[in-house]
Protein backbone atom coordinates (compact mmCIF):
# COMPACT_ATOMS: atom_id res chain seq x y z
CA UNK A 1 0.00 0.00 0.00
CA UNK A 2 1.83 3.15 1.42
CA UNK A 3 -0.03 5.49 -0.87
CA UNK A 4 2.61 9.02 -1.87
CA UNK A 5 2.47 11.28 0.76
CA UNK A 6 3.21 15.15 -0.06
CA UNK A 7 5.28 15.09 2.90
CA UNK A 8 7.77 12.18 1.66
CA UNK A 9 7.38 14.27 -1.72
CA UNK A 10 8.07 17.52 0.30
CA UNK A 11 10.74 15.74 2.68
CA UNK A 12 12.88 14.07 -0.14
CA UNK A 13 13.22 17.28 -2.16
CA UNK A 14 14.23 18.87 0.75
CA UNK A 15 16.95 16.57 1.42
CA UNK A 16 18.21 16.76 -1.85
CA UNK A 17 18.30 20.42 -1.56
CA UNK A 18 20.60 20.00 1.30
CA UNK A 19 23.16 17.95 -1.16
CA UNK A 20 22.72 20.49 -3.48
CA UNK A 21 23.67 23.05 -0.59
CA UNK A 22 26.69 20.42 0.13
CA UNK A 23 27.25 20.04 -3.73
CA UNK A 24 27.90 23.67 -4.08
CA UNK A 25 29.98 24.18 -1.02
CA UNK A 26 32.27 21.44 -1.94
CA UNK A 27 32.64 23.30 -5.40
CA UNK A 28 32.65 26.79 -4.12
CA UNK A 29 36.37 25.77 -2.34
CA UNK A 30 37.66 23.48 -5.35
CA UNK A 31 39.67 25.61 -8.53
CA UNK A 32 42.40 26.91 -9.92
CA UNK A 33 42.12 28.98 -6.64
CA UNK A 34 41.57 27.83 -3.82
CA UNK A 35 38.70 29.53 -1.40
CA UNK A 36 38.72 27.82 1.96
CA UNK A 37 34.76 27.43 2.81
CA UNK A 38 35.03 29.26 6.07
CA UNK A 39 36.34 32.35 3.79
CA UNK A 40 33.76 31.43 1.28
CA UNK A 41 31.01 31.97 4.03
CA UNK A 42 32.65 34.79 5.34
CA UNK A 43 32.61 36.49 2.24
CA UNK A 44 28.81 35.69 1.52
CA UNK A 45 28.11 36.99 4.68
CA UNK A 46 29.34 40.21 4.77
CA UNK A 47 27.84 40.35 0.99
CA UNK A 48 24.66 39.82 2.49
CA UNK A 49 25.21 42.23 5.32
CA UNK A 50 26.21 44.88 2.42
CA UNK A 51 29.94 45.00 4.30
CA UNK A 52 32.68 46.21 2.22
CA UNK A 53 34.44 43.83 0.82
CA UNK A 54 37.69 46.23 -0.23
CA UNK A 55 37.83 44.50 -3.95
CA UNK A 56 39.31 41.53 -2.15
CA UNK A 57 40.43 39.08 -5.17
CA UNK A 58 38.79 36.39 -3.79
CA UNK A 59 35.80 38.20 -3.20
CA UNK A 60 35.53 38.82 -7.11
CA UNK A 61 36.20 35.22 -8.12
CA UNK A 62 34.17 34.40 -5.82
CA UNK A 63 31.18 36.44 -6.78
CA UNK A 64 31.70 36.84 -10.56
CA UNK A 65 33.21 33.60 -11.56
CA UNK A 66 31.96 30.62 -9.23
CA UNK A 67 28.75 31.28 -7.63
CA UNK A 68 27.45 32.39 -10.90
CA UNK A 69 29.01 29.04 -12.82
CA UNK A 70 27.45 26.98 -9.71
CA UNK A 71 24.09 28.74 -10.33
CA UNK A 72 24.51 28.05 -13.98
CA UNK A 73 25.70 24.66 -13.82
CA UNK A 74 22.90 23.83 -11.32
CA UNK A 75 20.16 25.36 -13.47
CA UNK A 76 21.18 23.52 -16.91
CA UNK A 77 21.44 20.38 -14.91
CA UNK A 78 17.91 20.50 -13.20
CA UNK A 79 16.57 21.66 -16.73
CA UNK A 80 17.41 18.62 -18.55
CA UNK A 81 17.09 16.22 -15.97
CA UNK A 82 13.63 17.38 -15.81
CA UNK A 83 12.91 17.45 -19.44
CA UNK A 84 14.73 13.62 -19.78
CA UNK A 85 11.69 12.17 -17.45
CA UNK A 86 9.26 13.80 -18.73
CA UNK A 87 9.97 12.45 -22.43
CA UNK A 88 10.48 9.06 -20.77
CA UNK A 89 7.08 9.10 -19.11
CA UNK A 90 5.51 10.59 -22.49
CA UNK A 91 6.84 8.60 -24.66
CA UNK A 92 6.97 5.34 -22.58
CA UNK A 93 10.55 4.92 -23.54
CA UNK A 94 13.68 4.49 -21.12
CA UNK A 95 16.20 5.89 -23.84
CA UNK A 96 14.28 9.22 -24.52
CA UNK A 97 15.79 12.34 -23.47
CA UNK A 98 16.49 15.90 -24.87
CA UNK A 99 19.33 14.63 -26.62
CA UNK A 100 18.02 11.20 -28.37
CA UNK A 101 15.19 12.74 -29.36
CA UNK A 102 17.34 16.01 -31.14
CA UNK A 103 15.95 18.97 -28.80
CA UNK A 104 19.17 19.65 -27.79
CA UNK A 105 20.48 19.70 -31.13
CA UNK A 106 18.10 21.70 -32.82
CA UNK A 107 18.42 24.16 -30.13
CA UNK A 108 21.94 24.52 -30.39
CA UNK A 109 21.36 25.01 -34.27
CA UNK A 110 19.10 27.91 -33.33
CA UNK A 111 21.79 29.48 -30.82
CA UNK A 112 24.64 29.29 -33.94
CA UNK A 113 21.81 30.77 -36.62
CA UNK A 114 21.33 33.80 -34.28
CA UNK A 115 24.98 33.89 -33.01
CA UNK A 116 25.92 34.22 -36.97
CA UNK A 117 23.50 36.81 -37.80
CA UNK A 118 22.44 38.73 -34.27
CA UNK A 119 25.00 41.22 -35.03
CA UNK A 120 23.31 42.00 -38.63
CA UNK A 121 19.95 41.89 -36.85
CA UNK A 122 21.05 44.51 -34.40
CA UNK A 123 20.75 42.60 -31.61
CA UNK A 124 23.85 43.23 -29.70
CA UNK A 125 22.45 45.12 -26.49
CA UNK A 126 19.06 45.64 -24.81
CA UNK A 127 16.54 43.83 -23.33
CA UNK A 128 15.57 42.46 -27.18
CA UNK A 129 19.24 40.81 -26.58
CA UNK A 130 18.31 39.19 -23.32
CA UNK A 131 15.44 37.26 -24.82
CA UNK A 132 16.38 36.90 -27.99
CA UNK A 133 19.23 34.04 -27.75
CA UNK A 134 17.19 31.72 -25.52
CA UNK A 135 14.43 32.46 -28.43
CA UNK A 136 16.14 31.18 -30.91
CA UNK A 137 17.21 27.98 -29.27
CA UNK A 138 13.68 27.35 -28.28
CA UNK A 139 12.73 28.02 -31.84
CA UNK A 140 15.60 25.62 -32.99
CA UNK A 141 14.10 23.08 -30.23
CA UNK A 142 10.66 23.89 -31.57
CA UNK A 143 11.27 23.19 -35.03
CA UNK A 144 13.26 20.36 -34.67
CA UNK A 145 10.25 18.29 -32.96
CA UNK A 146 8.51 19.76 -35.10
CA UNK A 147 9.98 17.66 -37.86
CA UNK A 148 10.80 14.77 -35.25
CA UNK A 149 6.96 14.33 -34.83
CA UNK A 150 6.49 14.97 -38.86
CA UNK A 151 8.75 11.90 -40.04
CA UNK A 152 8.24 9.85 -36.87
CA UNK A 153 4.90 10.53 -35.33
CA UNK A 154 3.09 9.33 -38.59
CA UNK A 155 1.72 5.98 -36.51
CA UNK A 156 0.39 7.07 -33.47
CA UNK A 157 -0.40 3.16 -31.82
CA UNK A 158 1.19 3.41 -28.64
CA UNK A 159 4.58 1.56 -28.55
CA UNK A 160 5.62 1.69 -32.20
CA UNK A 161 4.96 5.35 -32.47
CA UNK A 162 7.31 5.98 -29.62
CA UNK A 163 10.11 4.06 -30.99
CA UNK A 164 9.62 5.87 -34.27
CA UNK A 165 10.09 9.09 -32.60
CA UNK A 166 13.08 8.16 -31.40
CA UNK A 167 14.67 6.85 -34.58
CA UNK A 168 13.43 9.90 -36.11
CA UNK A 169 15.05 12.21 -33.13
CA UNK A 170 18.75 9.84 -33.55
CA UNK A 171 18.58 10.64 -37.68
CA UNK A 172 17.32 14.41 -37.36
CA UNK A 173 20.07 14.76 -34.68
CA UNK A 174 22.83 13.70 -36.66
CA UNK A 175 21.22 15.48 -39.81
CA UNK A 176 21.04 19.24 -37.79
CA UNK A 177 24.53 18.26 -36.32
CA UNK A 178 26.31 17.87 -39.75
CA UNK A 179 24.27 21.62 -40.42
CA UNK A 180 25.79 22.87 -37.21
CA UNK A 181 29.41 22.46 -38.47
CA UNK A 182 29.19 23.68 -41.47
CA UNK A 183 27.71 26.70 -40.05
CA UNK A 184 30.43 27.06 -38.47
CA UNK A 185 33.07 26.54 -40.18
CA UNK A 186 31.71 28.13 -42.78
CA UNK A 187 31.31 31.67 -41.59
CA UNK A 188 34.66 32.12 -40.05
CA UNK A 189 33.74 32.05 -36.69
CA UNK A 190 36.95 33.44 -34.94
CA UNK A 191 36.85 31.69 -31.32
CA UNK A 192 36.15 27.91 -33.11
CA UNK A 193 37.88 26.23 -29.95
CA UNK A 194 34.90 27.93 -27.41
CA UNK A 195 32.42 26.85 -30.14
CA UNK A 196 34.11 23.72 -30.53
CA UNK A 197 33.49 23.60 -26.30
CA UNK A 198 29.96 24.63 -26.88
CA UNK A 199 29.18 22.19 -28.58
CA UNK A 200 30.04 19.36 -26.81
CA UNK A 201 28.50 21.28 -23.47
CA UNK A 202 30.55 23.98 -21.95
CA UNK A 203 29.59 26.17 -18.55
CA UNK A 204 32.92 28.16 -18.71
CA UNK A 205 31.51 31.08 -20.76
CA UNK A 206 30.73 34.13 -18.75
CA UNK A 207 27.32 34.39 -17.47
CA UNK A 208 25.31 37.35 -18.82
CA UNK A 209 21.70 38.67 -18.35
CA UNK A 210 19.78 36.72 -20.22
CA UNK A 211 20.55 34.28 -17.23
CA UNK A 212 17.58 35.88 -15.89
CA UNK A 213 14.95 34.55 -18.77
CA UNK A 214 16.77 31.09 -18.92
CA UNK A 215 15.97 30.83 -14.57
CA UNK A 216 12.39 32.13 -15.51
CA UNK A 217 11.95 29.44 -18.08
CA UNK A 218 13.46 26.95 -16.04
CA UNK A 219 11.39 27.25 -13.00
CA UNK A 220 7.79 28.14 -14.79
CA UNK A 221 8.63 24.84 -17.11
CA UNK A 222 8.63 22.91 -13.96
CA UNK A 223 6.32 24.04 -12.26
CA UNK A 224 4.12 23.09 -15.41
CA UNK A 225 5.07 19.69 -15.39
CA UNK A 226 4.91 19.00 -12.07
CA UNK A 227 1.30 20.11 -12.73
CA UNK A 228 1.33 17.35 -15.39
CA UNK A 229 3.04 14.80 -13.40
CA UNK A 230 -0.32 12.31 -12.72
CA UNK A 231 -1.24 12.65 -15.93
CA UNK A 232 1.96 11.75 -17.05
CA UNK A 233 2.18 8.42 -14.71
CA UNK A 234 -0.98 7.07 -16.09
CA UNK A 235 0.04 8.18 -20.01
CA UNK A 236 3.31 5.74 -19.15
CA UNK A 237 0.93 2.89 -18.84
CA UNK A 238 -0.14 3.46 -22.70
CA UNK A 239 -1.91 6.27 -24.03
CA UNK A 240 -5.07 4.07 -24.20
CA UNK A 241 -5.14 3.66 -20.74
CA UNK A 242 -4.80 7.12 -20.01
CA UNK A 243 -7.75 8.26 -21.95
CA UNK A 244 -9.92 5.32 -20.43
CA UNK A 245 -8.93 6.88 -16.75
CA UNK A 246 -10.06 10.12 -18.00
CA UNK A 247 -6.43 12.10 -19.14
CA UNK A 248 -6.79 14.62 -22.12
CA UNK A 249 -3.99 12.73 -23.69
CA UNK A 250 -3.14 14.92 -27.16
CA UNK A 251 -3.58 17.68 -24.73
CA UNK A 252 -0.64 16.69 -22.15
CA UNK A 253 1.50 15.61 -25.02
CA UNK A 254 1.53 19.14 -26.57
CA UNK A 255 2.18 20.63 -23.35
CA UNK A 256 4.75 18.21 -21.88
CA UNK A 257 6.35 18.37 -25.61
CA UNK A 258 6.35 22.31 -25.27
CA UNK A 259 7.45 23.15 -22.52
CA UNK A 260 10.00 20.39 -22.05
CA UNK A 261 11.70 22.00 -25.30
CA UNK A 262 10.89 25.35 -24.48
CA UNK A 263 12.94 24.24 -20.70
CA UNK A 264 15.73 22.32 -23.41
CA UNK A 265 16.31 25.55 -25.41
CA UNK A 266 16.55 28.16 -23.08
CA UNK A 267 19.60 25.67 -21.34
CA UNK A 268 21.13 24.75 -24.24
CA UNK A 269 21.24 28.66 -25.55
CA UNK A 270 23.94 29.09 -22.58
CA UNK A 271 25.46 25.62 -21.63
CA UNK A 272 25.54 23.74 -25.11
CA UNK A 273 23.95 20.76 -25.97
CA UNK A 274 25.53 18.41 -22.84
CA UNK A 275 24.56 14.86 -23.01
CA UNK A 276 23.26 11.96 -20.99
CA UNK A 277 21.67 14.64 -17.94
CA UNK A 278 18.75 14.04 -19.27
CA UNK A 279 19.01 10.12 -19.74
CA UNK A 280 21.25 9.15 -16.63
CA UNK A 281 19.57 11.31 -13.88
CA UNK A 282 16.24 10.42 -14.50
CA UNK A 283 17.17 6.56 -14.41
CA UNK A 284 19.40 7.01 -10.86
CA UNK A 285 16.32 8.90 -9.46
CA UNK A 286 13.68 6.48 -10.66
CA UNK A 287 16.04 3.54 -8.85
CA UNK A 288 16.58 5.51 -5.53
CA UNK A 289 12.56 7.62 -5.28
CA UNK A 290 10.31 5.43 -7.84
CA UNK A 291 8.86 6.14 -10.96
CA UNK A 292 6.15 8.15 -9.39
CA UNK A 293 6.08 11.33 -11.55
CA UNK A 294 4.97 13.59 -8.54
CA UNK A 295 7.99 12.62 -6.51
CA UNK A 296 10.79 11.73 -9.30
CA UNK A 297 10.13 15.44 -11.01
CA UNK A 298 11.16 17.52 -8.01
CA UNK A 299 13.74 14.83 -7.14
CA UNK A 300 15.25 14.87 -10.93
CA UNK A 301 15.23 18.40 -11.00
CA UNK A 302 17.62 18.98 -7.89
CA UNK A 303 19.51 15.38 -8.37
CA UNK A 304 20.14 17.11 -12.29
CA UNK A 305 21.52 20.07 -10.42
CA UNK A 306 23.88 18.25 -8.01
CA UNK A 307 25.26 15.57 -10.83
CA UNK A 308 25.90 18.42 -13.12
CA UNK A 309 27.51 20.50 -10.79
CA UNK A 310 29.86 17.94 -9.50
CA UNK A 311 30.56 16.76 -13.13
CA UNK A 312 31.20 20.66 -13.57
CA UNK A 313 33.57 20.80 -10.99
CA UNK A 314 35.33 18.10 -11.72
CA UNK A 315 35.52 19.58 -15.30
CA UNK A 316 37.32 22.78 -14.37
CA UNK A 317 39.72 21.25 -11.84
CA UNK A 318 41.00 17.92 -12.85
CA UNK A 319 43.78 19.25 -15.11
CA UNK A 320 43.67 22.85 -13.64
CA UNK A 321 43.69 25.48 -14.50
CA UNK A 322 43.20 23.71 -18.16
CA UNK A 323 39.26 22.83 -17.95
CA UNK A 324 37.54 20.66 -19.86
CA UNK A 325 33.99 20.69 -21.32
CA UNK A 326 31.64 19.61 -18.64
CA UNK A 327 29.77 17.25 -21.32
CA UNK A 328 33.14 15.20 -21.64
CA UNK A 329 32.64 14.60 -18.06
CA UNK A 330 28.79 13.69 -17.90
CA UNK A 331 29.47 11.34 -21.14
CA UNK A 332 32.59 9.59 -19.57
CA UNK A 333 30.14 9.14 -16.65
CA UNK A 334 27.07 8.62 -17.88
CA UNK A 335 27.79 5.82 -20.90
CA UNK A 336 30.04 3.64 -18.47
CA UNK A 337 26.74 4.30 -15.98
CA UNK A 338 24.06 3.86 -18.56
CA UNK A 339 25.84 -0.24 -19.64
CA UNK A 340 26.12 -0.87 -15.99
CA UNK A 341 22.23 0.18 -15.75
CA UNK A 342 21.40 -2.10 -18.45
CA UNK A 343 23.32 -5.30 -17.26
CA UNK A 344 22.55 -4.79 -13.82
CA UNK A 345 18.64 -4.69 -14.72
CA UNK A 346 18.76 -7.11 -17.73
CA UNK A 347 18.03 -5.13 -20.00
CA UNK A 348 15.10 -3.85 -18.39
CA UNK A 349 15.93 0.05 -18.01
CA UNK B 1 -27.86 8.43 -9.03
CA UNK B 2 -30.09 5.71 -8.32
CA UNK B 3 -30.94 3.72 -11.27
CA UNK B 4 -34.08 1.16 -12.02
CA UNK B 5 -32.47 -2.47 -13.69
CA UNK B 6 -33.58 -2.17 -17.21
CA UNK B 7 -32.87 1.24 -17.43
CA UNK B 8 -31.10 2.40 -20.48
CA UNK B 9 -27.22 3.96 -19.17
CA UNK B 10 -25.66 4.06 -22.29
CA UNK B 11 -26.80 4.14 -25.91
CA UNK B 12 -25.47 4.74 -29.46
CA UNK B 13 -27.42 5.98 -32.44
CA UNK B 14 -26.21 5.00 -35.82
CA UNK B 15 -22.45 5.62 -35.35
CA UNK B 16 -20.41 5.83 -38.56
CA UNK B 17 -16.64 5.65 -38.03
CA UNK B 18 -13.84 4.71 -40.83
CA UNK B 19 -10.14 4.27 -40.83
CA UNK B 20 -9.00 3.75 -44.65
CA UNK B 21 -12.49 1.67 -44.81
CA UNK B 22 -15.46 2.49 -43.45
CA UNK B 23 -15.66 -0.23 -40.14
CA UNK B 24 -18.58 1.09 -38.46
CA UNK B 25 -21.33 1.51 -39.83
CA UNK B 26 -25.16 2.73 -38.80
CA UNK B 27 -23.83 1.26 -35.10
CA UNK B 28 -27.15 1.49 -32.66
CA UNK B 29 -26.92 0.27 -29.31
CA UNK B 30 -28.49 0.11 -25.81
CA UNK B 31 -26.47 -1.11 -22.84
CA UNK B 32 -29.34 -1.31 -19.54
CA UNK B 33 -28.71 -0.94 -16.26
CA UNK B 34 -28.01 -4.20 -13.86
CA UNK B 35 -27.73 -6.46 -17.18
CA UNK B 36 -24.39 -8.02 -19.05
CA UNK B 37 -24.68 -7.83 -22.74
CA UNK B 38 -22.70 -9.89 -24.58
CA UNK B 39 -21.24 -9.18 -27.84
CA UNK B 40 -20.07 -11.53 -30.76
CA UNK B 41 -18.86 -11.07 -33.95
CA UNK B 42 -15.86 -12.61 -36.17
CA UNK B 43 -12.48 -11.25 -36.29
CA UNK B 44 -12.26 -8.01 -37.41
CA UNK B 45 -16.06 -6.77 -37.51
CA UNK B 46 -15.29 -3.53 -35.21
CA UNK B 47 -15.67 -4.66 -31.87
CA UNK B 48 -12.93 -3.32 -30.44
CA UNK B 49 -13.47 0.00 -32.74
CA UNK B 50 -17.21 0.04 -31.16
CA UNK B 51 -15.92 -0.03 -27.45
CA UNK B 52 -13.37 2.54 -28.12
CA UNK B 53 -16.49 4.86 -29.64
CA UNK B 54 -18.47 3.95 -26.86
CA UNK B 55 -16.17 5.11 -24.13
CA UNK B 56 -15.90 8.12 -26.32
CA UNK B 57 -11.93 7.41 -26.82
CA UNK B 58 -12.61 7.68 -31.00
CA UNK B 59 -14.74 10.14 -32.33
CA UNK B 60 -17.73 8.99 -34.58
CA UNK B 61 -18.02 10.58 -38.19
CA UNK B 62 -21.58 10.19 -37.98
CA UNK B 63 -24.03 9.31 -34.60
CA UNK B 64 -23.93 10.41 -31.00
CA UNK B 65 -23.34 8.00 -27.74
CA UNK B 66 -25.52 9.76 -24.87
CA UNK B 67 -25.05 8.69 -21.16
CA UNK B 68 -28.87 9.32 -19.98
CA UNK B 69 -28.65 11.97 -17.65
CA UNK B 70 -25.40 13.64 -19.02
CA UNK B 71 -25.66 13.83 -22.62
CA UNK B 72 -23.95 13.30 -25.28
CA UNK B 73 -20.23 11.90 -24.53
CA UNK B 74 -18.76 14.66 -27.31
CA UNK B 75 -19.97 17.42 -24.77
CA UNK B 76 -18.35 15.27 -22.00
CA UNK B 77 -14.60 16.03 -20.95
CA UNK B 78 -12.45 12.85 -20.46
CA UNK B 79 -13.05 12.84 -16.82
CA UNK B 80 -16.09 13.31 -16.74
CA UNK B 81 -16.43 10.18 -19.36
CA UNK B 82 -13.91 8.58 -16.99
CA UNK B 83 -15.54 8.65 -13.77
CA UNK B 84 -19.06 6.96 -15.89
CA UNK B 85 -17.52 4.56 -18.19
CA UNK B 86 -14.92 1.97 -17.13
CA UNK B 87 -13.08 0.13 -19.87
CA UNK B 88 -10.70 -2.97 -19.78
CA UNK B 89 -8.74 -3.10 -22.53
CA UNK B 90 -7.60 -5.97 -24.66
CA UNK B 91 -3.63 -5.79 -24.03
CA UNK B 92 -3.01 -3.67 -20.52
CA UNK B 93 0.75 -3.04 -20.52
CA UNK B 94 2.84 -1.73 -17.65
CA UNK B 95 5.76 0.01 -18.71
CA UNK B 96 7.60 1.43 -15.41
CA UNK B 97 7.09 -1.48 -12.92
CA UNK B 98 4.57 -0.65 -9.52
CA UNK B 99 2.74 -2.51 -7.35
CA UNK B 100 -0.60 -4.21 -7.85
CA UNK B 101 -2.12 -2.35 -5.91
CA UNK B 102 -0.97 1.30 -7.18
CA UNK B 103 -2.34 -0.47 -10.38
CA UNK B 104 -5.06 -0.82 -9.32
CA UNK B 105 -5.72 2.59 -7.70
CA UNK B 106 -5.06 4.35 -11.30
CA UNK B 107 -8.73 3.79 -11.62
CA UNK B 108 -9.66 6.26 -8.88
CA UNK B 109 -7.84 9.14 -11.39
CA UNK B 110 -11.11 10.55 -12.65
CA UNK B 111 -12.10 11.19 -8.88
CA UNK B 112 -9.19 12.84 -8.08
CA UNK B 113 -7.45 16.45 -8.08
CA UNK B 114 -4.84 17.76 -10.97
CA UNK B 115 -1.82 16.02 -9.28
CA UNK B 116 -3.84 12.93 -8.21
CA UNK B 117 -3.45 12.53 -4.38
CA UNK B 118 -5.16 9.94 -2.95
CA UNK B 119 -7.13 9.28 -0.07
CA UNK B 120 -7.78 6.69 2.61
CA UNK B 121 -11.60 6.65 1.19
CA UNK B 122 -9.37 5.72 -2.69
CA UNK B 123 -7.50 3.16 -0.87
CA UNK B 124 -10.67 1.35 0.59
CA UNK B 125 -12.63 1.64 -2.52
CA UNK B 126 -9.38 0.05 -4.30
CA UNK B 127 -9.25 -2.45 -1.67
CA UNK B 128 -12.54 -3.95 -2.10
CA UNK B 129 -11.84 -3.87 -5.93
CA UNK B 130 -8.72 -5.99 -5.42
CA UNK B 131 -10.95 -8.36 -2.67
CA UNK B 132 -14.08 -8.47 -5.20
CA UNK B 133 -10.75 -9.83 -8.02
CA UNK B 134 -9.37 -12.10 -5.00
CA UNK B 135 -6.00 -9.91 -5.58
CA UNK B 136 -5.47 -9.04 -2.22
CA UNK B 137 -2.64 -11.23 -1.41
CA UNK B 138 -0.91 -10.03 -4.55
CA UNK B 139 -1.46 -6.46 -3.50
CA UNK B 140 2.33 -5.68 -2.96
CA UNK B 141 4.26 -7.23 -5.18
CA UNK B 142 5.08 -5.82 -8.70
CA UNK B 143 2.49 -6.19 -11.28
CA UNK B 144 5.48 -7.88 -13.46
CA UNK B 145 4.84 -11.27 -11.48
CA UNK B 146 1.35 -11.98 -11.89
CA UNK B 147 0.56 -14.37 -14.04
CA UNK B 148 -1.81 -13.51 -17.17
CA UNK B 149 -4.76 -14.63 -15.69
CA UNK B 150 -4.05 -12.13 -12.21
CA UNK B 151 -3.30 -9.44 -14.47
CA UNK B 152 -6.36 -9.66 -16.69
CA UNK B 153 -8.01 -9.43 -13.13
CA UNK B 154 -6.30 -6.65 -12.22
CA UNK B 155 -7.12 -5.08 -15.43
CA UNK B 156 -10.76 -5.59 -13.70
CA UNK B 157 -10.02 -4.62 -10.25
CA UNK B 158 -8.62 -1.04 -11.94
CA UNK B 159 -12.11 -0.51 -13.88
CA UNK B 160 -14.42 -1.49 -10.31
CA UNK B 161 -12.12 0.92 -8.74
CA UNK B 162 -13.52 3.76 -11.09
CA UNK B 163 -16.72 3.19 -10.03
CA UNK B 164 -18.52 3.64 -12.91
CA UNK B 165 -22.05 3.30 -14.03
CA UNK B 166 -20.65 1.08 -17.24
CA UNK B 167 -18.37 -0.98 -17.71
CA UNK B 168 -16.92 -2.08 -20.89
CA UNK B 169 -14.91 -5.28 -20.80
CA UNK B 170 -12.99 -6.27 -24.60
CA UNK B 171 -12.08 -10.29 -24.77
CA UNK B 172 -11.19 -10.47 -21.10
CA UNK B 173 -11.23 -13.71 -21.40
CA UNK B 174 -8.77 -14.05 -24.57
CA UNK B 175 -5.71 -16.59 -23.57
CA UNK B 176 -7.05 -17.74 -20.46
CA UNK B 177 -8.12 -21.44 -19.78
CA UNK B 178 -11.72 -22.25 -19.05
CA UNK B 179 -11.67 -22.45 -15.53
CA UNK B 180 -10.37 -19.13 -15.16
CA UNK B 181 -12.62 -18.16 -18.03
CA UNK B 182 -15.93 -18.83 -16.53
CA UNK B 183 -14.47 -17.54 -12.70
CA UNK B 184 -14.25 -14.17 -14.45
CA UNK B 185 -17.47 -14.14 -16.30
CA UNK B 186 -19.31 -15.14 -12.85
CA UNK B 187 -17.47 -12.48 -11.64
CA UNK B 188 -18.33 -9.74 -13.76
CA UNK B 189 -22.07 -11.21 -14.12
CA UNK B 190 -22.57 -11.17 -9.84
CA UNK B 191 -20.51 -7.20 -9.96
CA UNK B 192 -23.44 -6.38 -12.53
CA UNK B 193 -26.45 -7.17 -10.55
CA UNK B 194 -24.36 -5.91 -7.29
CA UNK B 195 -23.24 -2.47 -8.45
CA UNK B 196 -26.43 -2.12 -11.28
CA UNK B 197 -23.78 -1.87 -13.68
CA UNK B 198 -24.65 -1.43 -17.26
CA UNK B 199 -21.91 -4.20 -18.68
CA UNK B 200 -20.98 -4.84 -22.00
CA UNK B 201 -18.81 -7.82 -22.86
CA UNK B 202 -16.87 -8.97 -26.24
CA UNK B 203 -15.76 -12.41 -26.67
CA UNK B 204 -15.50 -14.98 -28.58
CA UNK B 205 -16.49 -17.62 -26.31
CA UNK B 206 -20.22 -17.71 -27.48
CA UNK B 207 -21.03 -20.11 -25.04
CA UNK B 208 -19.78 -18.38 -21.78
CA UNK B 209 -22.01 -15.12 -22.96
CA UNK B 210 -25.05 -17.31 -23.64
CA UNK B 211 -24.62 -18.63 -19.63
CA UNK B 212 -23.83 -15.17 -18.54
CA UNK B 213 -25.14 -12.21 -20.10
CA UNK B 214 -28.59 -10.94 -20.29
CA UNK B 215 -28.46 -9.82 -23.66
CA UNK B 216 -26.44 -10.68 -26.78
CA UNK B 217 -25.97 -8.13 -29.69
CA UNK B 218 -24.50 -10.24 -32.73
CA UNK B 219 -21.87 -7.88 -34.70
CA UNK B 220 -21.04 -8.42 -38.51
CA UNK B 221 -19.11 -6.20 -40.39
CA UNK B 222 -19.31 -2.50 -38.23
CA UNK B 223 -23.43 -3.48 -38.19
CA UNK B 224 -25.30 -4.99 -35.57
CA UNK B 225 -26.70 -7.48 -36.50
CA UNK B 226 -29.15 -8.46 -34.09
CA UNK B 227 -29.77 -7.07 -30.27
CA UNK B 228 -32.34 -8.71 -27.74
CA UNK B 229 -32.20 -11.42 -25.41
CA UNK B 230 -29.84 -14.97 -25.30
CA UNK B 231 -32.90 -17.44 -26.23
CA UNK B 232 -33.79 -14.52 -29.39
CA UNK B 233 -30.56 -14.11 -30.74
CA UNK B 234 -28.50 -16.84 -30.00
CA UNK B 235 -29.67 -19.65 -32.84
CA UNK B 236 -28.82 -21.30 -35.54
CA UNK B 237 -29.27 -19.09 -38.36
CA UNK B 238 -27.86 -15.76 -36.89
CA UNK B 239 -24.76 -17.82 -35.94
CA UNK B 240 -24.48 -19.37 -39.88
CA UNK B 241 -24.93 -15.86 -40.96
CA UNK B 242 -22.35 -14.30 -38.64
CA UNK B 243 -19.55 -16.99 -39.08
CA UNK B 244 -20.45 -18.57 -42.70
CA UNK B 245 -20.36 -22.45 -40.60
CA UNK B 246 -22.92 -25.29 -39.53
CA UNK B 247 -23.88 -25.04 -35.46
CA UNK B 248 -26.09 -27.36 -33.66
CA UNK B 249 -28.04 -25.36 -30.77
CA UNK B 250 -29.28 -27.22 -28.34
CA UNK B 251 -31.55 -25.75 -25.51
CA UNK B 252 -30.74 -26.46 -22.08
CA UNK B 253 -33.19 -26.60 -19.00
CA UNK B 254 -32.38 -23.10 -17.84
CA UNK B 255 -33.54 -22.27 -20.97
CA UNK B 256 -29.79 -21.39 -22.19
CA UNK B 257 -28.51 -22.45 -25.63
CA UNK B 258 -25.27 -24.39 -25.86
CA UNK B 259 -23.55 -24.16 -28.94
CA UNK B 260 -21.36 -26.38 -30.74
CA UNK B 261 -19.73 -26.15 -34.46
CA UNK B 262 -20.81 -28.59 -37.07
CA UNK B 263 -17.05 -28.81 -38.10
CA UNK B 264 -17.18 -31.40 -40.61
Known sequence: MNRLSRTRIIGTSLSLLALWILAALVSINVGSVRIPLLTSLRLVKSRLLGEALDGSPLAVILFSVRLPRIFLASLVGAALAAAGAAFQSLLRNPLADPYVLGVSTGASMGTIVYSIFAASLGFTAGASFLYARPAAA???AALTVAAVYAVGGGSMRAGEGSQRLLLAGIVLASFISSINVFLLTSTNQADLRGIFYWLIGDLSRPVDASILVVTIVVLAGFAVLYLFSHSLNLIAMGET??????????????????VASLMTGAVVSVGGPIAYIGLICPHLARMLFGSDNRILLPAVFVFGAIFTLLADTLARSLFSPTELPVGVITALCGAPLFIYLLHRRGGKV | MTRCRGEIILEAQGLEFSYANPVIRDFSLTLPAGMVTGMIGPNGSGKTTALRLLDGILRPAAGTVIFTGAG???????????????????NGTVYFDQTVFHFAMQGRSPHLSLLGFESELDEEVTLRALEMTQLTRYMDAPVSTLSGGEKQRLLLARALAQESEV???DELTANLDISFQ???????ARITRERNLATLVVSHEINLLATFADNVALMEAGIILAQGTVAEVVNRAN?????????????????KPEVLPVIN
Open chain 1, 138 to 140: FLG
Open chain 1, 241 to 258: SALILGVEVARVKAGVYL
Open chain 2, 72 to 90: PLLHLRRREIARRIAMVPQ
Open chain 2, 167 to 169: LLV
Open chain 2, 182 to 188: IELMRLI
Open chain 2, 239 to 255: LKHLFGLDFTVRMLSDG
